[in-house]
């Protein structure tokens, strides 16, 4: 076999030859829908509540929606520390997202007085370091002013 044919053949590679480009994520768009359409469809029925993920607080086109506006660096990235860790509190808040300008905002509220603890500062800098907008906003008591 020539180091050309081993470059070609799928099996001696690590990865696609599209992996870091904006193409990989457009022509498998469509197949990671897909996927996230069967786990929403079988995860929903069988345990609401799964590492990370509470399938009955979103219809599966919201699913779907997040999907879209998360990109696949976020998405891999977030699957990858689900898949290699137990714990995971301190996420934030709200799931924001405009699937029609593909934006995805992650957001901590808090209330009068309130700090951000250690693991919830950890979470909105990995969520920025993983390309996601992921901020904190706080709560104004308007009544005691």
């Known amino acids: 076999m020539s180091a050309s044919d081993a470059r070609a053949a799928p099996r001696f590679r690590e990865h696609p030859l599209e992996w870091a480009l904006q193409l990989f994520a457009d ?14 469809d079988v995860q929903a029925q069988r345990m609401p509540s799964i590492r990370g993920v ?10 779907e929606d997040i999907v879209v506006c998360a990109g696949p660096k976020f998405l ?6 689900f898949a290699s860790n137990y714990h995971f509190s301190g996420r934030p808040d709200c799931v924001l997202w405009h699937r029609g300008r593909r934006e995805l905002r992650l957001v901590e509220v808090k209330a009068p007085g309130d700090s951000l603890s250690e693991k919830q500062r950890v979470w909105l800098d ?13 709560v104004v008591d308007t009544a005691a002013q």
């Open 76 to 81: 891999v990235h977030l699957l990858t520390f």
């Open 27 to 40: 022509v498998r768009a469509g197949e990671a829908l897909t996927m996230v359409r069967d786990m929403y």
């Open 54 to 63: 509470q399938w009955d607080k979103f219809a599966r086109e919201d699913v």
């Open 126 to 138: 990995r969520f920025r370091e993983w390309g996601v907008d992921a901020r904190v906003v706080h």
